[in-house]
């Protein structure tokens, strides 16, 4: 917003009062108390100039005086309370911003350890996916064992038991020719 000062002259305004409108409160005071000493000031430095006698000046700077220190321990209160303020949203926002890392920490704490029991459940899986095929292959070489051992005894036993055969029938040939 720009600032626009009146178009009056400094003459047709009143020489106590700052534009309103524009300025705090306490801006307006303080330039009231200003001009005022201002004015009070060049007064006692050209006596020859015709208006209030020193007397009134005098007073006038000291009540200028104590509208200045009155004004002055408001400001600081005011300053103080400012400064208050500061402090307490400079804490709340440290508190805010200690909560967000906290937060962001355990979000990654928390996707880390999701990361490891993943990890953790893939070798696990892995792992029992390698002693099944293991124990799979054993099995089924066991059975393949088991049925050419078992296609070998037969094997054998037929040998055997056509060898007998032949050796019964040639004895009983051997019997019946003599």
């Known amino acids: 917003m720009a600032l626009s000062w009146p178009t009056k002259s400094r003459r047709g305004r009143e020489e106590d009062s700052a534009p309103t409108g524009h300025f705090p409160s306490a801006f307006q005071r303080w330039l009231v108390i200003y001009r005022s000493q201002n004015r009070a000031e060049r007064l006692l430095e050209r006596p020859d100039v015709v208006g209030p006698s020193h007397a009134h000046a005098r007073i006038q700077e000291n009540t200028a005086g104590v509208d200045l220190e009155e004004w002055a321990k408001k400001w600081l209160g005011r300053r103080y309370l400012k400064k ?88 009983c040939k051997d019997k019946g020719s003599r």
């Open 84 to 171: 208050w303020h500061h402090t307490v949203v400079l804490h709340r926002c440290q508190h805010n911003r200690k909560l967000l890392c906290l937060a962001r920490g355990w979000h990654q704490w928390r996707e880390a350890s999701r990361v490891v029991m993943l990890a953790q459940v893939l070798h696990q899986q892995q792992l029992m996916e390698k002693a099944w095929r293991v124990w799979r292959q054993r099995y089924l070489q066991s059975c393949v064992v088991q049925n050419l051992l078992e296609q070998e005894a037969r094997s054998l036993l037929s040998q055997a038991f056509g060898r007998w055969w032949q050796l019964t029938a040639f004895q």
